[in-house]
């Protein structure tokens, strides 16, 4: 979730074109090539993803791996919508409003458990807690990220909405407004914290969102045709997804190394490491602890189907019991 390297979409598509053209299967039979919609550009946080030449967790599945850059998650599912992708890297709000639109969607595995998203203010603004955000003007990555449906989730916990507060559009150097004084807050994730604070960022109050809703921050959705038409493909792109995931979440050294060469924001490698390692926290849960990496929590879920409709983000409530299936997931002692 990373949202601080301003990158020309030119460099990314040559980059990935770069990373993933030699993701083939070693045997002669052609590979079935699976296309990513992401949220980002290609960065560190998804290591796991850009490793792919080196370490060949989708090509031992018979997968060519390819990835579509995007500006945020509800890019993602447009991307997948459009025909550019078959699967969304996307996030469970965006997920909720595509659905509201008519979009027959599935969510077929969790990414990243916990909520990583956060509110950051300098001390001398006084922002403690989200009900200090009245008023206020709030950088976001983009109006249709996960920084702006998380925002809109927190201020829902406190009674507030975006009519009380001014929302800025900040593109990837979201700190940078926060720094010169154009915003007094800013929506962002743990990376993007992290970073800043590498940078000199100091003396800021964080309100985690996590705190008061811990929606996954998150995804993996295809349409339900693909899910219909193509489940040993993407029972089989799971399986080298959640193969790839351990590897980071165990080597994460490894990980960065290979980063400084990957991602587009990956030069300095110690940086990689502690992204790296947060993006690992971020993979894991009690329930993925009981059932494997990729489960998900029901009821979390749906809460946060509720509480969009609540928001009046949602003209209908949505049964989740219907989007989200988990036939796909691969059990957790590594059986197909």
């Known amino acids: 979730m990373l949202r601080q390297f301003p990158v020309m979409a030119a460099l990314g598509c040559a980059l990935l074109a770069a990373a993933f053209g030699a993701a083939t299967p070693a045997s002669a039979q052609p590979a079935d090539k699976v296309t990513v919609a992401g949220w980002s550009q290609p960065i560190s946080e998804i290591t796991n993803l850009l490793a792919e030449p080196d370490k060949g967790f989708f090509a031992a599945q018979g997968i060519a791996l390819d990835y579509v850059p995007g500006t945020g998650g ?155 038409a193509k489940k040993p493909l993407l029972r089989r792109f799971l399986a080298a997804y959640r193969d790839s995931a351990a590897w980071m979440i165990a080597s994460p050294e490894e990980a960065a190394r290979l980063a400084v060469t990957r991602a587009i924001n990956g030069r300095d490698e110690a940086v990689n490491l502690d992204i790296i390692k947060l993006r690992n926290l971020a993979s894991v849960s009690p329930t993925t602890d009981s059932e494997g990496l990729g489960a998900f929590d029901p009821d979390v879920i749906q809460k946060g189907a509720d509480t969009f409709h609540e928001l009046g983000l949602m003209g209908r409530s949505l049964d989740m019991n219907d989007i989200v299936k988990t036939d796909l997931i691969p059990a957790k002692d590594g059986a197909q």
């Open 74 to 228: 509800g890019s993602a599912i447009q991307n997948m919508l459009a025909g550019q992708a078959d699967i969304a890297f996307t996030d469970p709000a965006s997920l909720y409003l595509a659905l509201d639109k008519g979009a027959d969607l599935v969510a077929i595995y969790n990414i990243y458990p916990q909520n990583v998203f956060n509110v950051v203010a300098p001390k001398s603004a006084g922002i403690r807690t989200a009900a200090d955000l009245k008023g206020k003007r709030i950088g976001v990555y983009s109006l249709s990220s996960g920084t702006r449906q998380n925002l809109q989730v927190l201020l829902h916990q406190v009674g507030l909405s975006e009519d009380d507060v001014t929302i800025e559009v900040t593109g990837l150097l979201n700190f940078a407004p926060l720094i010169q004084g154009q915003v007094d807050a800013t929506a962002a994730t743990d990376t993007g914290l992290l970073v800043a604070r590498e940078r000199g960022l100091a003396d800021v109050d964080v309100i985690e969102v996590r705190d008061h809703l811990n929606l996954p921050s998150d995804i993996f959705v295809v349409t339900r045709e693909v899910y219909e």
